[in-house]
């Protein structure tokens, strides 16, 4: 027989004493493992090196008797946060480790809230409760708030803060990118302080097209807007040739013609490229529309569509007809209308034609369209969702053409389908998106736009910042935006004011553009025969700036019209415009405020008085301020600039009376100007 | 109970390993086809971008050899604090002797050092160091301040969107990457200069105050904007992230 050896089994538990001596083991090993985990545990051995770090420095005694060992928490059930992350992060409100570059020890850098307010997971996201460093910054564990990379940090701010921040470009820049490409025409982005997010751009109905433009040219757009412009805005579909054949067909076949969109040229074309030059630089075209030169650059404003290539795309009969009187085929256009003579609009419209690239429709030949690729490309303007932006007539505007995005920042990882190698988290997924849409799927609609790096990092920012914790924030810790305004002037001012589009650059009572002065208090501000002048003739009042108003040729009645509304109207309460007197003040006083204004106070830095020997470069020429602003006016703005105009550049004094008086008389005796000129 | 053989649990260990070890997977390396005894920076250094972001332009790098001529074909690596992207990481040198790498900057705010590095033919390896700034939130609030209500003095340099009155000054405003003059102003004395003018410090009544204007957060976060800015660095710059 061979003898069996003792099994494990027999050896450990052969008999009863044996067995509970082992079991008394196991049991008092298993009682160790709690405490030696916790001993063991991530977030002692970084208390452990801070306390070493700290020992050798010279504030040493001061960190020891911050330090509060153990696990850290911020509790805030407003907020539904708990925070560990300083257990780790020791020295987060250390104002003296600002020169330590290793984490979880350096402090917080300088923001405008306090740690124990807000936590860490608001604006940083990951798991707040978690303890151990993978845990509380990754995504393990199918949890799904990994840290916000930094370059994404603005959109926490955009939780609460619903307007734009000074410290937030990247967020504010992401939420206009929203608004000006479009991106909410499709996607519906209910705000989480109410309303929904609304379009600034203005794309162009298409009901009249054929009025406007070629069908060439419709097909070359549409195959790739950027090669036409490339600041346009319109993305690219990335048509085939045929659907782009088609929905030209469509748009063109579509479109009413009407009598007043264009006009009969003349017999004989007129040819002035210089008188045409020179009239857009006095139009201040620029202003709003942008040229590429032939380095390359663009240069000009982007309220209106870019011109390099205009003359390729507009027909003269339109152009001109668009020139007299833009409102005739778009009454809502930002382009003001001018009030050009007919010798005017021939050489503005002829320098503009030729603004043309013959490569542009070189290779476009389309036979003429068939019914069938009519029908074709209805079918096609209709599935692309093209009436979600344009008004085309016979079709609707589709509603919730795109996934709604309000609460995109919150979608659970989840839900989301990656491209192989993209990294699994929310931003990437986001970004990618706006990136190259079309790589998801090849069916998808969403079309190809042209931003660039930092504009996707901006609008994953503004998309991150709608999430569910700002849709469900307390209304106490929210920060409204400004509500947006649709101040309309009345009568027939108003109405003026709409034809000249005055709003396009100026704001008043919140609405309206920001390249020039705000119109909200000017009635205080000027004085009549100043501004009467001034519309007839608009002369610059600060020499920098290269955008200016333009003359609209107004008649003397328009400018009566304009003028008495504005005085009458844009009345500050905080000014008596009749308070003080435009002249009559004592020599002695001028003499203090000339002496004010070139010594204690400096203005001669950024204002010129004597054009001889000032010259300030920043605000606005004073030569004849004395004839164009009010003594009341200026009396306030020296006491308070801000306060009549908020972010005016010219700092607040904090002026005594005395020293404000002086000035304004100084300043109010500086006549001449408008009138004078006009003269001329 | 169910048991499982040990192959199955290898089997899974090993699948385990290869799906989590795709990441650290490094691209192809490129052979490098001529070799430079120099590298130098051709643009893009000390640039401004926020943390986290990509830099406005490119930084681009130029390989010389002995005689200071172009180098094409030759490996180009750039290595920077942890935190830091460069696209691409590597490449070969360019007809012009080049490389082009898009950056973006680590998640804290302060000085970063970036290295590219190549090899010359003893395999004997070239480096260039080059400092780029990283702009928190109380700097970039500081930046868009100083955009607002400074630059237009105290940058000698005109824009299309602003032109500069430095040249109009009878006394010359300091630029802000003055960091000879800078530094030796305490922070307190800077926020005297802000807040009261010029004349605080004895100095041109062309500064005026700005106390009255701006708040004294945002004194605290131009001066940031200033110490972060200011070339040579500020001692109280804290530290430069460098690859360790």
């Known amino acids: ?435 190259q849409p079309r790589t998801f799927s090849p069916g998808l609609k969403m079309p190809q736009y042209t931003f660039t790096t930092a504009q996707i990092d901006s609008l994953t920012t503004a998309l991150l910042a709608l999430n569910d914790r700002a849709a469900a924030l307390p209304p106490s810790l929210t920060v409204p935006a400004t509500p947006p305004s649709d101040y309309q002037p009345a009568g027939k001012a108003g109405k003026l004011m709409t034809d000249l589009a005055c709003f396009s650059c100026h704001r008043i009572n919140g609405h309206g553009g920001d390249m020039a002065p705000d119109l909200t208090w000017e009635g205080s501000s000027v004085q009549r025969e100043w501004l009467v002048q001034f519309f007839k003739n608009p002369g610059t009042l600060r020499p920098a700036l290269i955008r200016r108003m333009p003359r609209f040729n107004l008649s003397d009645g328009d400018v009566n019209e304009l003028t008495d509304y504005i005085m009458t109207v844009y009345q500050s309460p905080a000014v008596d415009r009749d308070a003080m007197p435009l002249s009559g003040y004592s020599q002695g006083q001028v003499e203090l405020g000339k002496q004010l204004f070139y010594g204690k106070y400096s203005c001669q830095g950024c204002h010129i008085v004597d054009t001889k020997a000032d010259k300030g470069y920043i605000g606005p020429t004073l030569t004849h301020v004395g004839s164009r602003m009010t003594a009341a006016w200026v009396y306030q703005w020296m006491k308070n600039p801000q306060a009549l105009r908020p972010g005016a550049g010219e700092p607040n004094r904090a002026m005594s009376d005395e020293d404000a008086r002086a000035l304004t008389a100084f300043l109010m005796s500086q006549k001449g100007g408008a009138k004078e000129a006009a003269k001329k | 109970m169910t048991r499982y053989s040990p192959s199955v649990l290898w089997l899974m260990i090993a699948a385990l390993a290869t799906s989590c070890s795709h990441r650290t997977e490094s691209a192809p390396t490129l052979k490098p086809t001529a070799f430079g005894t120099a590298i130098v920076e051709s643009s893009g250094g000390k640039q401004l971008a926020q943390t986290g972001a990509l830099l406005p332009q490119p930084l681009v790098v130029q390989v010389n050899d002995e005689q200071g001529n172009a180098v094409t074909g030759a490996l180009v690596e750039f290595a920077a604090a942890s935190g830091v992207t460069f696209d691409p990481a590597n490449a070969l040198t360019d007809s012009s002797g080049q490389v082009t790498t898009n950056v973006s900057l680590g998640g804290m705010a302060g000085r970063y050092q970036l290295m590219a590095f190549t090899f010359d033919k003893s395999h004997k390896k070239v480096e260039l160091k080059v400092e780029e700034i990283a702009l928190g939130y109380q700097q970039t609030l500081g930046q868009h301040l100083a955009d607002q209500y400074c630059q237009r003095c105290h940058n000698p340099e005109s824009s299309v969107e602003r032109v500069s009155n430095y040249d109009n000054l009878d006394v010359k405003p300091h630029p802000f990457t003055e960091g000879d003059t800078y530094n030796a102003i305490s922070d307190a004395d800077l926020t005297a200069a802000i807040s009261h003018g010029g004349p605080a410090l004895g100095k041109s009544a062309l500064m005026p105050a700005w106390g009255n204007t701006l708040s004294k957060a945002d004194v605290q976060a131009l001066i940031a904007y200033i110490r972060a800015v200011s070339d040579p660095p500020a001692r109280n710059a804290g530290p430069v992230y460098a690859k360790n």
């Open chain 1, 1 to 435: 027989m061979n003898e069996k050896p003792p099994s494990l089994w027999q050896k450990l538990f052969g008999d009863p004493v044996r067995a509970f001596g082992v079991v008394s083991l196991i049991f008092l090993a298993s009682l160790a493992i709690a405490p030696a985990k916790n001993f063991f545990s991530e977030w002692r051995h970084y208390q452990h090196g801070y306390l070493r770090m700290i020992r050798n420095r010279s504030e040493a005694n001061t960190l020891q008797r911050h330090f509060q060992g153990g696990i850290q928490q911020i509790w805030l059930s407003d907020l539904g946060v708990v925070d560990r992350c300083t257990s780790c992060h020791v020295g987060l409100k250390e104002a003296s480790l600002t020169d330590v570059a290793t984490q979880p020890f350096r402090k917080h850098p300088a923001i405008p809230h306090q740690l124990d307010q807000f936590g860490c997971t608001v604006c940083h996201r990951g798991q707040g409760a978690a303890t151990t460093v993978t845990e509380a910054h990754n995504s393990t564990l199918a949890w799904e708030q990994p840290i916000l990379p930094a370059k994404y940090i603005e959109s926490s701010c955009g939780q609460c803060h619903r307007g734009p921040l000074p410290g937030t470009p990247v967020l504010n820049q992401g939420r206009n990118l929203l608004s000006r490409y479009g991106c909410v025409h499709c996607h519906t982005v209910k705000l989480p302080g109410g309303g929904t997010m609304k379009p600034t751009d203005d794309p162009p109905s298409l009901e009249h097209i054929a009025d406007k433009t070629t069908r060439e040219w419709v097909y070359a757009w549409l195959k790739d807007p950027q090669a036409y412009a490339v600041t346009a805005t319109m993305p690219n579909f990335k048509l085939s040739d045929d659907d782009a054949r088609d929905m030209s067909a469509f748009l063109i076949a579509n479109s009413a013609s009407l009598p007043g969109d264009t006009v009969t040229l003349a017999a004989k074309a007129s040819s002035d490229p210089a008188g045409g030059a020179s009239l857009y630089g006095e139009s201040f075209c620029a202003s709003c529309h942008a040229v590429q030169n032939a380095a390359g650059n663009v240069v000009g404003g982007d309220v209106g569509p870019e011109l390099t290539r205009v003359g390729s795309k507009v027909k003269p009969e339109w152009l001109q007809a668009w020139l007299r009187n833009p409102r005739g085929y778009d009454a809502e256009t930002a382009m003001p209308h001018y009030r050009f003579n007919d010798g005017q609009v021939v050489t503005l419209a002829g320098f503009l034609e030729a603004k043309a690239d013959s490569d542009l429709l070189a290779n476009v030949h389309l036979e003429p369209a068939t019914p069938a690729q009519i029908a074709h490309g209805k079918r096609l303007v209709s599935d692309y969702g093209c009436a979600s932006c344009h008004e085309i007539a016979g079709i609707k505007k589709p509603e919730n053409f795109a996934p709604e995005l309000s609460r995109i920042g919150s979608k659970p990882v989840t839900q989301l389908i990656f491209l192989p190698g993209m990294p699994h988290t929310l931003p990437d997924y986001i970004a990618g998106k706006i990136k």
